[in-house]
């Protein structure tokens, strides 16, 4: 089974401050995504990346920059927390070659005080 | 701009009923069209998809009806249980864009014994 794992479940930082949400999938996709969920939003796609090293920036990119050093990795930074970045973040990822299915992980749920 | 617009927001429906969402979508790039189920405190899972190449998909209780001319698709639930009370999320991607999923807002259902 894929496997997608997120850091941590809950978060709660302090307005300014630098946070970073971790995901790490298992099964050696090539694609991962971050999306945030807001109630009535639904999930809106913030950053991307194709592959190693490769990203593009998704709907919402505003205060948020990733990192994706090794292929089973992909981090999402929020340089200065503020407090409209409180919301629940999911990871998901996809097998370019194979389908179309995204996988996700179980979410961290952002508290920016 | 909201591409993928769903409806209702919420349901309602008893045990042994039928349960029906809608979604609209506007891109007629748009070829590939999933609903994803997501139950609290978890991520979301694909459920069924259907390609504009067919008008009907079903899996087992579930069914996706889909109208190209209307831009239009649908999730029924026959027979509902207990156990579908959930969120559902309808999307939409193109190929040549990253395959990246469009998601509509969602719809909580519940179903009550």
């Known amino acids: 089974d894929v496997k997608v794992t997120q850091s941590s479940r809950y978060l709660v930082k302090r307005t300014g401050e630098k946070v970073f949400l971790e995901c790490v999938q298992d099964?050696?996709?090539?694609?991962m995504f971050w999306y945030r969920q807001d109630p009535g939003l639904g999930l809106r796609l913030i950053y991307f990346?194709?592959?190693?090293?490769?990203?593009e920036k998704g709907d919402i990119p505003e205060g948020y920059s990733v990192s994706r050093e090794k292929k089973e990795r992909f981090s999402l930074i929020l340089e200065s927390a503020s407090t409209n970045q409180t919301s629940m973040y999911l990871c998901?990822?996809?097998?370019?070659?194979?389908?179309?299915?995204?996988?996700f992980g179980p979410g961290t749920r952002l508290t920016v005080t | 701009q909201q591409q993928v617009k769903q409806s209702p927001q919420s349901l309602i429906v008893q045990k042994g009923g039928i349960s029906i969402i809608n979604c609209a979508y506007e891109n007629t790039a748009f070829d590939y069209f999933p609903w994803y189920q997501q139950f609290p405190g978890k991520g979301p899972a694909l459920l069924i998809a259907?390609?504009?190449?067919?008008s009907e998909k079903k899996e087992g209780r579930f069914t996706i009806s889909f109208n190209k001319s209307a831009k239009q698709f649908s999730l029924h639930i026959m027979d509902s249980q207990p156990g579908d009370s959930a969120t559902y999320f309808c999307a939409a991607s193109r190929r040549g864009g990253g395959n990246k999923l469009t998601f509509g807002t969602g719809t909580q259902l519940k179903v009550e014994l």
């Open positions: 099964m050696d996709h090539e694609n």
């Open positions: 998901a990822s996809r097998n370019a070659g194979t389908g179309e299915e995204q996988y």
């Open positions: 259907i390609r504009p190449d067919v």
């Open positions: 990346s194709y592959d190693v090293k490769m990203k």
